[in-house]
């Protein structure tokens, strides 16, 4: 069975297990619903997973010693998604890329049942190609290089957050969008990045197939590898097209991931205090 975010009733809340989140965050984020806890069958280590369907803010915890020790043969292991600043995957020529794929997007046409030579297909296995080049782009980026030359020596040791930071990725389970907001703080420790460099590396993970956990995830270790600060904490809500249009067809869901570095994974009030400012702006409003 194909899992992911979209997936419910598989994991079964205990009072063990679930906690509401402090109540002025789901006050700010989500005033009022029904729970629905979602599963989250691949949720990597180091970032929590709520989900509101319309719902209520949940906050699935599982046993902090295990989740840390899974986190750490996980970064260990070759088969690893971390961050890789140095991966750069380069790719064939672009001709020899595009005929390829072009050609694989005629079969997938006939498939369907469409005639790829009808006027208003013609030209569009060339047009996807382009485009799912485009939006994979972040295979072919790296964040050292676009970050290079943007981090400065600074003597500021409080909260930097840039926040409703808009996000296009692609589930890898089956190569559909989901959007939303990334919000993407840190405490710096002598360091401080260009602020738009932050975006930039959001937009490195997110331009690759990806699960909302992991891209979540995978900024903030970059930023962490990038910037050495005291702490950093990177906030996704989304939604994710494989769930509104086809399966379960939950049109108002949405997602949130998030995960904490540093001071912000042993200070449960910096999490908050990063909280209460992005829900100043309304996460419900991606
Ligand atoms: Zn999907």
Redesign the pocket.
Known sequence: MIT?V?TTDTIKPTPTNVKVLKESVVRHLVPKAPLNLHTDMHKPAGSQTTTSDSGILVEVQSDHQEEKARHERKRSSPESHGTQLSAKKPRESDDETLKKMTDACKTILECIGEDPDREGLQKTPTRWAKALLFMTQGYCENCKEVTNGAVFSEDHNEMVLVRNIDIHSL?E??M?P?TGKIHIGYIPNGKVIGLSKLARIAEVFARRLQVQERLTRQVAEAIVETVEPLGVMVAMECS?M??VMRGVEKVGASTFTYSARGCFESDSGKRTEFFNIIANNGMRSC
């Open positions: 992911g979209t589930c389970h089956h559909v989901f994710h494989c769930m």
